[in-house]
């Protein structure tokens, strides 16, 4: 047992080098191709930063694990919201972007309503899957239209956007994109592995683990952005790198490991889906409310999400 935690640890560790090169990479291409430091928080930070997310997804469906592939979905969004944002905020009250509480919180809550629905049926189909590329593609699109004309101050603060770092040559960009892929790779095999190896020692289903042990631990990427960002006082990175995540979970990763492969996750409960659609219902709210998620705000996220872990980890050790 202590072996397979010392490589999911190991495993987790591997992932945050390989979307910390991704990103950095990505970021300063973005840059060196004239898109706003703005742009590049919004949606390739975000991006990036659910790439763990997106090969340990890929990783379970080609391995028919849909349990998985759809529990760190689910639970990543339910974290990202319920912890990242709660414990952000307790670090640095939040300025909100107008665009953010205008477009992509509801966009997020629409995504999260849809895919209960989608999962109706039982499975997730590569044809429902394509129709969330689709999706994603028009979200993207309309983002950037958004994005042009946003203006720095258009929230409840200043919000202070440093621009990502620019490397000196184009070649250093994709040395750190296709190196950090690679190994994105090699970290969510390991993990989902040592994952699986955990759930049967310890009597659990493979959707717990998903949705509490591998969507925390992707989600470090996000915790490590979004704290750095709130005490460097970058709101719209913090903000946003957890919202364009969510948005990303959903449209992206589900709609790339679904065309895969159809993923039928029976382990996932409806609470499980209901504690992710609560936290992107809670969030629209908070966001509208001055502009600003307070600490008090914040620490309510972190109550409601520590709840949802009380009620899942008993239910999963009787089952």
Request: proline letters at 5%; charged letters at 10%; aromatic letters at 8%.
């Amino acid at each position: 047992m202590g072996y397979h935690l010392l490589l999911i640890a190991v495993a987790l560790f591997i992932l945050f080098l390989g979307a910390e090169a991704l990103v950095r990479g990505s970021a300063s291409l973005a840059v060196r191709l004239g898109l706003s430091p703005l742009a590049v928080g919004l949606t390739i930070v975000a991006f990036g930063t659910s790439s763990p997310e997106l090969f340990v997804s890929l990783q379970s469906a080609f391995a028919g694990q849909g349990d998985i592939a759809v529990g760190n979905v689910v639970g990543s969004n339910a974290f990202n919201i319920g912890v990242i944002l709660g414990l952000t905020a307790l670090i640095c009250p939040i300025p909100v972007h107008v665009q953010v509480v205008k477009w992509d919180a509801p966009v997020a809550l629409l995504v999260a309503l849809l895919l209960p629905l989608l999962l109706i049926g039982g499975d997730l189909t590569r044809g429902e899957g394509g129709w969330l590329l689709v999706g994603l593609l028009v979200y993207v699109i309309i983002s950037f239209k958004m994005l042009r004309t946003a203006t720095p101050s258009a929230s409840g603060g200043s919000i202070p956007v440093d621009p990502p770092h620019t490397f000196k040559h184009g070649y250093y960009d994709a040395l750190l994109i296709i190196g950090g892929l690679l190994v994105l790779v090699v970290g969510s095999h390991m993990l989902v592995t040592q994952a699986i190896a955990v759930a049967r020692a310890w009597g659990v289903s493979e959707a717990v683990i998903g949705l509490t042990i591998i969507a925390a631990g992707t989600s470090m990427p996000e915790l490590a952005t979004s704290i750095t960002a709130a005490f460097r006082r970058q709101s719209d990175i913090a903000i946003g790198n957890v919202v364009g995540s969510n948005i990303f979970n959903i449209l992206g990763i589900l709609g790339c490991s679904s065309i895969c492969a159809p993923l039928v996750a029976p382990g996932i409960a409806w609470i499980d889906y209901g504690a992710m659609v609560l936290f992107t219902v809670m969030l629209v709210p908070i966001v509208w409310t001055g502009y600003t998620i307070r600490r008090i705000e914040g620490a309510g996220l972190l109550v409601v999400y520590a709840a949802y872990l009380w009620i899942l980890w008993p239910a999963a050790a009787s089952a």
